[in-house]
């Protein structure tokens, strides 16, 4: 996110597509033994992975005036009159003068470069050009629900199974067999084999349409390959990411320590899951004591600081350890605590200790020693759409087909472990021990709660005619009323997943619509009656269904002008006052930052604040329960008090819902 952008994130992404993860180990594949399908593989797709790629449709770019449109609208409600009334003068001077040539360039960019949106550089620049530390800036985290058999709930087999399964969706993923990403309108006419035997008919360059005749669509994949291999490399000015496909093993951390071991043989094969089980049992009983140097910490640093010590590292024969780090299939970092409070789970995930995690990696797969597990992951390379695939797949296959259990024996002596150490002389010692002590510092300075809430849920919103999101964006909106008695710039991120090499796009919760049921609900003034409570609800649900459908589709308007800013910095030219005006800063300084990535694999997850006045706000709406996850860095925002706040607004809509008025309950 301009630094809001995680995930896409909780920081961060909004998924409001959905795909569908249909299996279908029945089919036989030409190039692979059914024998290594089953074992190797979730499934075999009927249709290549990459089938819709070729014909996917490219990402729009609006319409200069429905942009500026919306721009205002949205400006409309966090500025003063003044401020809005002198930046609609800039609006109509942009739109009569500098704009619509700048539009122009910009169409004409996009046309030479048909291969990718015109969005996807620029996006990925803006990750990797930041200097800012990944660490609570841009890597969030999504926590997996327990297994729902105790007796597997245990680190060793936990991991093991999660390592196997893994490793079978890259195998998918490579043989191009995993299951396309697919959003299925009318799923009863197009999820099912017939459909699939039918599209894998049809050309790759036009397949997308094909589908598109059954309601169906196709999303972009172009994320996938980054998942694994694959880290996020400092350099100065601009990081790098890499992929090495070649590599075989994994990294494992624990207590700060390195430790690395093939978890695949020199054809490629899933290695023996005994194997992979004693070399994790061996790291686990390793008696090493913490590392008294956690080089680990660099990867929460600056990013030129990183960079400069990343090469010292080196010049001093790290070279290969940190080969084999970048290199690593991914991270399994080991904790050897149990934290069982959410608050505590949230900091254990999010940033832990310095030096247990690998913050580059694209994943990190953290595993405490009760058995909760996590994703940690790096933000330039993709969004949620991708991690949440991955998500739900390792957790259902880790439990449906399980390598390892509690009869099984650990093999002892198995596996080739090799444990990294690093050659530090004084002054990078003395480095070490200064980012150990800034991290401390930072982690201490965030504060976390949570809220589990349960009167309602999904089913029971939608039958009152609300839109579950639009309800827990009301929420949020309310409960920072309630706090400060403003309305002010917030996000949440929508994936564009259904247009090639689409990212994200920002959706504006804070609606005039929204702006007027916080007041009914929260100011002093004659109370309202129920009807006229319900209404302003079902306005603000209505509103923002309008909103996702328009991000979702490329029609937002943060993009357009990031696309249209960037051009003019590329070119060298001088920024239009459009982007100098105080109150452009103003709606990109995000105070409200929220994100929710919505499964039954979902425990918990969460992000940082994306400024240091502002509330990250992970959130989720189940079957059987309501979740916030609340960040933020006080004295500048409390987040306990946001948490009272929220609940408060629940509670007062649940009320109006059923056909009581809170307003006059007090």
Known sequence: MLKLHRFTTLRKTKLHLCQPLVIHPEIPADSYSTSAAERDFLHRSILRTDHFQASLPRLPIPQLEDTLKKYLESQRQILTDAEYDQTVD???????????????????????????????????????????????????FISFQDDPRPEYQNQLIRSTNMIVSSLKFMKTLRANVLEPDIYHLNPAKSDNTRF??????????????????????????????????????????????????????????????????????????????????????????????PAPHPVGVFTAENRDTWASYREKLISLGNEEAIKLIDSSVFSLCLEDDAPTDPNAITRKFLHGEPGRIWFDKSLSL??????????????????????????????????????????????TGAGNIRK???????????????????????????????????????????????????????????????????????????????FKHGRTETIRPATAETKRACMLFV?????????????????????????????????????????????????????????????YQKINHVIVSTSTVSSPAILIGGFAPVTADGFGVGYSIEPSRIGFNVTSYPPARDAPGFIECAKKSLDDMYEVLEGRNPRKAK
Request: aromatic letters at 10%; one cysteine or more; hydrophobic letters at 35%.
């Open 420 to 498: 990294l150490e690093f050659k530090l002389d004084q002054e990078m010692k003395d480095n070490v021990e200064k980012s150990v002590k800034k991290f401390n510092a930072t982690m201490q300075s965030l504060d976390v709660d949570h809220l589990e809430y349960q009167k309602y849920t999904k089913s029971y919103v939608k039958k009152s005619g609300m839109g579950p999101d639009s309800l827990m964006q009301l929420a949020i909106q309310m409960a920072y009323y309630r706090q400060y008695k403003q309305t002010v710039a917030s996000y949440e991120s929508c994936s564009t997943a259904a």
């Open 366 to 411: 953290i595993m405490t020693r009760s058995g909760n597990a996590c994703v940690n992951f790096e933000h330039a390379w993709g969004d949620g759409v991708a991690v949440l695939r991955y998500f739900n797949e390792v957790f259902n296959d880790s439990i449906d087909k399980s390598v390892v259990h509690p009869s099984t024996n650990v093999q």
């Open 90 to 140: 800039i609006v109509n001077k942009f739109k009569a003068t500098e704009g619509p040539d700048l539009q122009k360039r910009l169409i004409a960019k996009d046309k030479q470069n048909k291969h990718t949106s015109y969005i996807t550089k620029p996006w990925f620049d803006m990750y990797l050009k930041s200097r800012l530390p990944i660490v609570l800036n841009y890597n969030p």
């Open 523 to 583: 100011d002093d003034h004659p109370t309202p009656s129920t009807e006229e409570l319900k209404n302003a609800m079902l306005a603000c649900s209505k509103k923002h269904g309008s909103l996702t459908r328009n991000a979702a589709m490329g029609q937002g308007f943060d993009r357009h002008l990031f696309g249209l800013r960037n051009l003019v910095e590329e070119e060298g030219g001088k920024l239009p006052e459009i982007f100098t005006d105080p109150s």
């Open 196 to 289: 699939r035997k039918i599209m894998r008919m049809i050309p790759s360059s036009i397949a997308f349409y094909g589908a598109y005749m059954y309601k169906a669509f196709p999303l972009d994949m172009s994320q996938y390959k980054n998942i694994f291999n694959s880290t996020r490399v400092p350099r100065p000015g601009k990081d790098e990411l890499v992929v090495d496909s070649e590599a075989k093993h994994l990294l494992v951390m624990r207590n700060g320590n390195f430790y690395v071991f093939d978890v695949l043989d020199s054809n490629g094969n899933i290695l023996e899951p005994e194997v992979i089980m004693s070399s994790i049992h061996q790291i686990m009983q390793d008696p090493s004591p």
